[in-house]
Protein backbone atom coordinates (compact mmCIF):
# COMPACT_ATOMS: atom_id res chain seq x y z
CA UNK A 1 0.00 0.00 0.00
CA UNK A 2 1.57 3.53 -0.87
CA UNK A 3 2.17 5.70 2.14
CA UNK A 4 -0.73 8.22 -0.03
CA UNK A 5 -3.35 5.89 0.19
CA UNK A 6 -2.66 5.02 4.28
CA UNK A 7 -4.80 7.88 6.13
CA UNK A 8 -2.82 9.76 8.65
CA UNK A 9 -3.96 8.03 11.65
CA UNK A 10 -2.65 4.78 10.67
CA UNK A 11 0.91 6.19 10.17
CA UNK A 12 0.71 8.19 13.34
CA UNK A 13 -0.24 4.58 14.93
CA UNK A 14 2.95 3.09 13.09
CA UNK A 15 4.92 6.33 14.67
CA UNK A 16 3.84 5.61 18.79
CA UNK A 17 3.84 1.51 17.86
CA UNK A 18 8.03 2.07 17.60
CA UNK A 19 8.21 3.88 20.19
CA UNK A 20 6.23 1.48 22.36
CA UNK A 21 7.45 -1.75 21.55
CA UNK A 22 10.63 -1.48 19.61
CA UNK A 23 11.95 1.79 22.49
CA UNK A 24 12.87 3.80 19.40
CA UNK A 25 12.38 7.76 19.94
CA UNK A 26 9.62 9.45 18.92
CA UNK A 27 11.82 11.85 16.85
CA UNK A 28 13.85 8.45 14.67
CA UNK A 29 10.37 7.11 14.22
CA UNK A 30 8.48 9.99 12.82
CA UNK A 31 11.40 10.79 10.57
CA UNK A 32 11.49 7.06 9.27
CA UNK A 33 7.76 6.87 8.54
CA UNK A 34 7.60 10.49 6.60
CA UNK A 35 10.53 9.08 4.04
CA UNK A 36 9.02 9.38 0.55
CA UNK A 37 6.31 11.50 1.51
CA UNK A 38 5.72 15.36 -0.27
CA UNK A 39 2.36 16.29 1.08
CA UNK A 40 3.62 19.03 3.96
CA UNK A 41 0.04 18.94 4.93
CA UNK A 42 0.10 14.86 5.93
CA UNK A 43 3.30 15.56 7.47
CA UNK A 44 1.75 17.99 9.66
CA UNK A 45 -1.18 16.07 10.20
CA UNK A 46 0.80 13.16 11.14
CA UNK A 47 2.98 15.11 13.57
CA UNK A 48 0.65 16.66 15.00
CA UNK A 49 -1.26 13.12 15.78
CA UNK A 50 1.82 11.43 16.88
CA UNK A 51 3.54 14.52 18.89
CA UNK A 52 0.17 15.29 20.37
CA UNK A 53 -0.67 11.60 21.78
CA UNK A 54 2.64 11.73 23.23
CA UNK A 55 2.88 14.84 24.66
CA UNK A 56 -0.47 14.27 26.70
CA UNK A 57 0.21 10.40 27.18
CA UNK A 58 -0.98 10.77 30.99
CA UNK A 59 -3.85 12.42 30.61
CA UNK A 60 -5.09 10.98 28.01
CA UNK A 61 -4.14 7.28 29.91
CA UNK A 62 -6.58 8.73 33.01
CA UNK A 63 -9.25 9.71 30.30
CA UNK A 64 -9.73 6.39 29.24
CA UNK A 65 -9.31 4.87 32.75
CA UNK A 66 -7.77 1.62 30.71
CA UNK A 67 -7.80 -1.20 32.67
CA UNK A 68 -5.64 -4.43 30.99
CA UNK A 69 -6.29 -4.05 27.35
CA UNK A 70 -4.36 -5.17 24.29
CA UNK A 71 -1.00 -2.87 23.84
CA UNK A 72 -2.06 -2.21 19.75
CA UNK A 73 -5.91 -1.00 21.12
CA UNK A 74 -4.63 1.05 23.15
CA UNK A 75 -2.76 3.08 20.81
CA UNK A 76 -5.84 3.18 18.47
CA UNK A 77 -8.15 4.43 21.82
CA UNK A 78 -4.88 7.34 22.37
CA UNK A 79 -5.16 8.36 18.93
CA UNK A 80 -8.85 8.66 18.83
CA UNK A 81 -9.01 10.10 22.49
CA UNK A 82 -6.47 12.60 21.57
CA UNK A 83 -8.61 13.98 18.47
CA UNK A 84 -11.91 14.02 20.66
CA UNK A 85 -9.75 16.22 23.13
CA UNK A 86 -7.56 18.15 21.03
CA UNK A 87 -8.67 18.65 17.20
CA UNK A 88 -11.87 20.29 16.14
CA UNK A 89 -12.73 16.67 14.31
CA UNK A 90 -16.27 15.61 14.95
CA UNK A 91 -16.99 12.86 17.19
CA UNK A 92 -18.59 10.22 15.02
CA UNK A 93 -15.96 11.06 12.64
CA UNK A 94 -13.31 9.72 15.41
CA UNK A 95 -15.08 7.18 16.64
CA UNK A 96 -15.89 5.55 13.05
CA UNK A 97 -11.99 6.05 12.02
CA UNK A 98 -10.56 4.43 15.12
CA UNK A 99 -12.88 1.45 14.52
CA UNK A 100 -11.91 1.60 11.17
CA UNK A 101 -8.31 1.23 11.60
CA UNK A 102 -9.17 -1.61 14.00
CA UNK A 103 -10.25 -3.39 11.30
CA UNK A 104 -7.19 -2.35 8.88
CA UNK A 105 -4.65 -3.86 11.80
CA UNK A 106 -7.35 -6.77 12.01
CA UNK A 107 -7.87 -6.51 15.14
CA UNK A 108 -11.54 -6.90 14.70
CA UNK A 109 -12.25 -8.58 18.57
CA UNK A 110 -12.02 -5.12 19.80
CA UNK A 111 -13.98 -2.82 17.35
CA UNK A 112 -17.05 -3.35 19.92
CA UNK A 113 -14.78 -2.14 22.89
CA UNK A 114 -13.07 0.80 20.87
CA UNK A 115 -16.78 2.20 19.72
CA UNK A 116 -18.04 1.91 23.28
CA UNK A 117 -15.30 3.14 25.08
CA UNK A 118 -15.33 6.20 22.97
CA UNK A 119 -18.62 6.92 23.04
CA UNK A 120 -18.75 6.71 26.69
CA UNK A 121 -15.83 8.99 27.03
CA UNK A 122 -16.44 11.80 29.71
CA UNK A 123 -14.87 15.05 28.03
CA UNK A 124 -15.25 18.07 30.37
CA UNK A 125 -11.33 18.85 32.17
CA UNK A 126 -13.10 19.79 35.69
CA UNK A 127 -15.32 17.14 36.29
CA UNK A 128 -11.84 14.68 35.05
CA UNK A 129 -9.59 16.35 37.44
CA UNK A 130 -11.95 17.67 40.54
CA UNK A 131 -11.18 15.37 43.09
CA UNK A 132 -7.20 15.46 42.40
CA UNK A 133 -4.58 17.96 44.12
CA UNK A 134 -2.86 20.41 42.66
CA UNK A 135 0.26 18.59 41.82
CA UNK A 136 -1.68 15.48 40.72
CA UNK A 137 -3.96 18.26 38.28
CA UNK A 138 -0.42 19.48 37.09
CA UNK A 139 0.97 16.16 36.61
CA UNK A 140 -2.20 14.76 34.95
CA UNK A 141 -3.55 17.90 32.60
CA UNK A 142 -0.15 18.36 31.53
CA UNK A 143 1.30 14.82 31.14
CA UNK A 144 4.61 15.35 33.30
CA UNK A 145 5.41 12.39 36.16
CA UNK A 146 4.07 13.31 38.92
CA UNK A 147 7.84 12.56 40.41
CA UNK A 148 9.31 15.65 38.69
CA UNK A 149 6.50 18.17 38.95
CA UNK A 150 6.90 17.39 42.88
CA UNK A 151 10.79 17.86 42.45
CA UNK A 152 9.95 21.15 40.48
CA UNK A 153 7.44 22.36 42.86
CA UNK A 154 9.66 22.22 45.92
CA UNK A 155 12.54 24.38 43.81
CA UNK A 156 10.59 26.52 42.44
CA UNK A 157 6.89 26.62 43.75
CA UNK A 158 3.33 26.19 42.26
CA UNK A 159 3.05 29.10 39.88
CA UNK A 160 6.12 28.96 38.13
CA UNK A 161 5.74 25.01 37.55
CA UNK A 162 2.41 25.85 35.67
CA UNK A 163 4.22 28.00 33.52
CA UNK A 164 6.84 25.81 33.12
CA UNK A 165 3.99 23.10 31.84
CA UNK A 166 2.25 25.21 29.95
CA UNK A 167 5.48 26.17 28.24
CA UNK A 168 7.22 22.97 27.38
CA UNK A 169 3.65 21.79 26.16
CA UNK A 170 3.43 24.61 23.42
CA UNK A 171 5.02 23.98 19.66
CA UNK A 172 8.50 25.40 20.09
CA UNK A 173 9.92 28.25 18.31
CA UNK A 174 11.99 28.01 15.19
CA UNK A 175 15.65 29.90 15.35
CA UNK A 176 18.33 30.14 12.57
CA UNK A 177 21.70 31.68 12.30
CA UNK A 178 23.06 33.06 9.31
CA UNK A 179 25.75 31.19 8.17
CA UNK A 180 28.41 33.87 7.32
CA UNK A 181 30.99 31.82 5.68
CA UNK A 182 28.36 31.30 2.99
CA UNK A 183 26.16 34.35 2.90
CA UNK A 184 25.86 37.97 5.03
CA UNK A 185 22.45 38.00 5.38
CA UNK A 186 18.80 36.10 4.81
CA UNK A 187 15.67 36.94 3.14
CA UNK A 188 13.26 35.52 6.20
CA UNK A 189 9.92 35.46 3.78
CA UNK A 190 11.76 32.92 2.17
CA UNK A 191 13.46 30.60 4.68
CA UNK A 192 10.56 29.57 5.86
CA UNK A 193 6.47 29.03 6.28
CA UNK A 194 3.90 28.07 8.35
CA UNK A 195 1.43 25.41 7.92
CA UNK A 196 -1.08 25.19 11.01
CA UNK A 197 1.24 26.99 13.22
CA UNK A 198 4.29 24.51 12.05
CA UNK A 199 7.58 26.12 10.36
CA UNK A 200 8.56 24.49 7.41
CA UNK A 201 12.35 25.48 6.73
CA UNK A 202 13.60 25.60 3.32
CA UNK A 203 14.93 22.91 2.65
CA UNK A 204 17.56 24.23 -0.08
CA UNK A 205 18.60 26.72 2.25
CA UNK A 206 19.62 24.18 4.64
CA UNK A 207 20.87 21.62 2.42
CA UNK A 208 23.03 25.05 0.94
CA UNK A 209 24.25 25.61 4.25
CA UNK A 210 23.31 28.94 4.25
CA UNK A 211 22.01 28.87 7.98
CA UNK A 212 21.56 26.39 10.62
CA UNK A 213 18.97 25.73 13.25
CA UNK A 214 20.21 27.27 16.76
CA UNK A 215 18.14 28.26 19.62
CA UNK A 216 18.43 32.11 20.49
CA UNK A 217 19.74 31.14 23.99
CA UNK A 218 22.50 28.73 22.60
CA UNK A 219 23.44 31.40 20.18
CA UNK A 220 23.98 33.78 22.97
CA UNK A 221 26.03 31.13 24.48
CA UNK A 222 28.25 31.13 21.65
CA UNK A 223 28.23 34.83 21.40
CA UNK A 224 29.21 35.11 25.42
CA UNK A 225 33.00 33.17 24.40
CA UNK A 226 33.81 35.85 22.03
CA UNK A 227 35.50 33.62 19.76
CA UNK A 228 38.27 35.09 17.26
CA UNK A 229 40.81 34.55 14.35
CA UNK A 230 44.00 32.83 15.72
CA UNK A 231 41.86 31.68 18.45
CA UNK A 232 42.56 27.66 19.77
CA UNK A 233 39.37 27.03 20.68
CA UNK A 234 38.22 23.55 22.11
CA UNK A 235 34.27 22.49 21.51
CA UNK A 236 33.22 19.84 24.35
CA UNK A 237 30.60 17.31 23.70
CA UNK A 238 30.17 19.02 19.91
CA UNK A 239 27.70 17.11 18.19
CA UNK A 240 25.71 17.64 16.11
CA UNK A 241 27.49 20.44 15.64
CA UNK A 242 25.53 24.03 16.45
CA UNK A 243 28.15 25.63 18.21
CA UNK A 244 30.82 24.55 15.99
CA UNK A 245 29.31 26.12 13.09
CA UNK A 246 28.57 29.69 15.49
CA UNK A 247 32.13 29.86 16.25
CA UNK A 248 33.46 28.78 12.32
CA UNK A 249 30.41 31.48 10.97
CA UNK A 250 31.74 33.90 13.25
CA UNK A 251 35.48 33.63 12.77
CA UNK A 252 34.93 33.35 9.14
CA UNK A 253 37.07 30.01 9.40
CA UNK A 254 40.13 31.65 10.82
CA UNK A 255 40.57 30.08 14.36
CA UNK A 256 41.73 26.69 15.30
CA UNK A 257 39.17 24.21 16.40
CA UNK A 258 39.09 21.16 18.14
CA UNK A 259 35.34 19.85 18.26
CA UNK A 260 34.58 16.21 20.15
CA UNK A 261 32.35 13.92 20.71
CA UNK A 262 31.86 10.11 22.43
CA UNK A 263 30.58 7.86 19.30
CA UNK A 264 31.26 7.27 15.46
CA UNK A 265 27.25 8.65 15.25
CA UNK A 266 27.65 11.72 16.51
CA UNK A 267 31.37 12.41 14.62
CA UNK A 268 29.32 11.50 11.75
CA UNK A 269 26.87 14.12 11.93
CA UNK A 270 29.51 16.56 12.63
CA UNK A 271 31.16 15.71 9.81
CA UNK A 272 28.43 16.07 7.16
CA UNK A 273 27.45 19.03 8.81
CA UNK A 274 31.01 20.36 9.01
CA UNK A 275 30.90 19.86 4.74
CA UNK A 276 27.64 21.27 4.41
CA UNK A 277 28.60 24.39 5.94
CA UNK A 278 31.57 24.73 4.14
CA UNK A 279 33.95 25.20 7.78
CA UNK A 280 37.59 24.72 7.80
CA UNK A 281 40.14 24.10 10.30
CA UNK A 282 38.61 21.68 12.38
CA UNK A 283 40.31 18.88 14.37
CA UNK A 284 37.44 16.67 14.66
CA UNK A 285 37.80 13.57 17.52
CA UNK A 286 36.11 10.60 18.58
CA UNK A 287 37.05 10.82 22.40
CA UNK A 288 35.72 10.44 26.02
CA UNK A 289 35.86 14.30 27.05
CA UNK A 290 37.22 13.18 30.69
CA UNK A 291 39.95 11.21 28.76
CA UNK A 292 41.01 14.34 26.48
CA UNK A 293 44.44 14.56 26.47
CA UNK A 294 46.13 17.16 24.95
CA UNK A 295 49.92 15.67 23.29
CA UNK A 296 53.05 16.71 24.33
CA UNK A 297 53.87 19.89 22.00
CA UNK A 298 49.96 21.25 21.52
CA UNK A 299 49.32 24.33 23.47
CA UNK A 300 46.41 24.78 26.06
CA UNK A 301 43.36 26.20 24.56
CA UNK A 302 42.61 29.91 24.79
CA UNK A 303 38.67 29.39 24.73
CA UNK A 304 36.64 25.75 25.74
CA UNK A 305 32.63 25.47 24.92
CA UNK A 306 31.44 23.24 27.45
CA UNK A 307 28.05 22.06 26.46
CA UNK A 308 27.46 19.72 29.16
CA UNK A 309 25.23 16.46 28.90
CA UNK A 310 22.01 17.26 31.04
CA UNK A 311 18.51 16.13 31.95
CA UNK A 312 17.02 18.07 28.95
CA UNK A 313 14.52 19.70 30.94
CA UNK A 314 14.87 22.96 28.62
CA UNK A 315 13.79 20.90 25.23
CA UNK A 316 10.80 18.76 26.25
CA UNK A 317 8.85 20.41 23.76
CA UNK A 318 11.36 19.24 21.13
CA UNK A 319 12.01 15.86 22.80
CA UNK A 320 8.34 15.23 24.14
CA UNK A 321 8.63 11.59 24.92
CA UNK A 322 12.12 12.67 27.06
CA UNK A 323 9.68 13.39 29.88
CA UNK A 324 8.81 10.90 30.60
CA UNK A 325 12.85 9.44 31.58
CA UNK A 326 14.07 9.02 34.74
CA UNK A 327 15.85 12.45 35.83
CA UNK A 328 18.82 11.59 37.99
CA UNK A 329 20.01 15.23 38.40
CA UNK A 330 22.97 14.35 41.11
CA UNK A 331 24.25 11.76 38.65
CA UNK A 332 24.14 14.62 35.73
CA UNK A 333 25.27 17.24 37.92
CA UNK A 334 28.51 14.86 38.84
CA UNK A 335 29.77 14.16 35.57
CA UNK A 336 29.38 17.73 34.31
CA UNK A 337 31.39 18.61 37.43
CA UNK A 338 33.88 16.26 36.48
CA UNK A 339 33.66 17.58 32.70
CA UNK A 340 34.14 21.36 34.18
CA UNK A 341 37.31 19.98 36.13
CA UNK A 342 38.84 18.30 32.82
CA UNK A 343 37.97 21.84 30.59
CA UNK A 344 40.08 23.60 33.59
CA UNK A 345 42.88 21.50 33.14
CA UNK A 346 43.10 22.23 29.30
CA UNK A 347 42.60 26.09 29.16
CA UNK A 348 45.39 28.25 29.35
CA UNK A 349 45.54 31.19 32.34
CA UNK A 350 43.63 34.30 31.01
CA UNK A 351 41.03 31.97 28.86
CA UNK A 352 37.45 31.63 28.63
CA UNK A 353 35.34 28.67 29.47
CA UNK A 354 31.59 28.84 28.47
CA UNK A 355 29.36 26.19 30.52
CA UNK A 356 25.90 25.67 29.16
CA UNK A 357 23.18 22.93 29.63
CA UNK A 358 19.26 22.45 28.05
CA UNK A 359 17.96 22.53 31.63
CA UNK A 360 16.90 24.17 34.99
CA UNK A 361 17.42 22.28 37.54
CA UNK A 362 19.68 23.61 40.48
CA UNK A 363 21.85 20.68 40.66
CA UNK A 364 23.06 20.97 37.29
CA UNK A 365 23.07 24.74 37.14
CA UNK A 366 24.06 26.97 39.79
CA UNK A 367 24.99 24.16 42.05
CA UNK A 368 27.43 22.94 39.47
CA UNK A 369 28.97 26.51 38.99
CA UNK A 370 29.03 27.27 42.86
CA UNK A 371 31.12 24.01 43.51
CA UNK A 372 33.13 24.52 40.51
CA UNK A 373 34.53 27.85 41.38
CA UNK A 374 34.71 27.28 45.36
CA UNK A 375 37.63 24.14 44.18
CA UNK A 376 39.06 26.14 40.98
CA UNK A 377 39.81 29.82 42.81
CA UNK A 378 42.18 30.54 39.50
CA UNK A 379 38.33 30.83 38.16
CA UNK A 380 35.66 34.36 38.19
CA UNK A 381 32.63 34.38 37.12
CA UNK A 382 31.85 36.98 34.52
CA UNK A 383 28.55 36.23 33.06
CA UNK A 384 25.88 34.03 34.37
CA UNK A 385 22.52 33.86 32.44
CA UNK A 386 19.31 31.70 32.94
CA UNK A 387 16.38 31.66 30.80
CA UNK A 388 13.46 29.10 30.29
CA UNK A 389 15.11 25.91 29.18
CA UNK A 390 18.68 27.08 29.10
CA UNK A 391 21.70 28.03 31.22
CA UNK A 392 24.87 29.26 30.45
CA UNK A 393 28.07 31.15 32.29
CA UNK A 394 31.35 32.44 30.82
CA UNK A 395 34.33 31.76 33.60
CA UNK A 396 37.79 33.33 33.19
CA UNK A 397 40.88 31.88 34.00
CA UNK A 398 43.58 33.88 36.04
Known amino acids: MKSSEISYRRQSFNILAKVSFQKDSLKNSFKKEILGI ?61 CNL ?59 VVRFCIYFNKKPKLAVRVNKIKIETLNFNKIADTVDGYFAPDLLGIEKGEFFVQDIASQMACDALKPRAGD ?34 KIKKLEENIKRLGIKNVNLLKTDFLKFKLQT ?34 AFAKLQLEMLKRSADLLAVGGVLVYSVCTISQEET ?33
Open 38 to 98: DNKQRIIAIKKTAYGVMQNKLFLEYALALKKTNPKVKIILLIATYELFFSRNKKHAIVNEA
Open 102 to 160: AKELKLNFAVGFINAKLRNLERPLKRLLNHLSFAEKLSIRYSYPQKLVDYLIDKFGQMA
Open 232 to 265: NILDCCSSPGGKLAAIASITGNKARITACDVSEV
Open 297 to 330: KELKFNKIILDAPCSGLGVLNKHVDAKYLDKDFK
Open 366 to 398: SDVITGFLKEFSEFTLEQEQKFIGFYFVKLLKS
